[in-house]
């Protein structure tokens, strides 16, 4: 992948007005919103380095139980997606190596982290399925078990989300 696909993604989807690109050489920088929650895209063609970052809140208002129950779902339930904390915040974020990532992998990554910030406090969710702890029963080959239905239209999804956000 390459900046310019991610400028395609929002072109083709028509979110070219919800979506701030400001870039700080050697960094590309998209700025926008999905549920509500501000959100950016960070990449660096030169070092093959990509983020999706969510910000859901202030990281000082979490107590140690809430701060042990993020960590668990990074290995439970956010999937690809992972909470954090940069700079007092609170986040959901997304890293993946830039030239390799591919167009489904991208969406995913903003399914995820839009996912997780929608539901930290409750399921805690990168969405589509959990890992869940050894105690649980699970269901699958994989020791997986879907949380819903497979997503048919993950990109529709993730683009609703973004329209949604650009409201908030």
Excluded: K
């Excluded at 701060?67 to 993946?96: K, P, Q, W």
Aim: glycine fraction near 10%.
């Amino acid at each position: 992948m390459q900046n310019r696909d991610i400028d395609e993604f929002f072109a083709e989807a028509d979110l070219v007005g919800s979506v701030l690109r400001s870039d700080q050489p050697p960094v590309a920088l998209w700025e926008f919103r999905g549920l509500g929650f501000p959100m950016l895209i960070q990449t660096q063609e030169s070092v093959d380095r990509m983020r999706i970052v969510v910000f859901i809140g202030e990281a000082g208002e979490l107590s140690s139980d809430q701060m042990r129950v993020l960590l668990e779902a990074n290995y439970h339930s956010a999937l690809d997606a992972r909470y954090a904390i940069t700079e007092g915040h609170l986040v959901a974020l997304f890293l993946h190596p830039f030239e390799e990532l591919s167009e489904t992998q991208f969406i995913l990554g903003l399914y995820q982290v839009i996912n997780c910030a929608a539901t930290c406090g409750t399921t805690f969710s990168g969405g589509i399925m959990v890992f869940g702890p050894p105690e649980e029963p699970s269901i699958g080959n994989d020791g997986a078990r879907l949380v819903d239905e497979p997503r048919r239209d993950i990109r529709g999804e993730v683009i609703a989300m973004i329209r949604g956000g650009d409201e908030a």
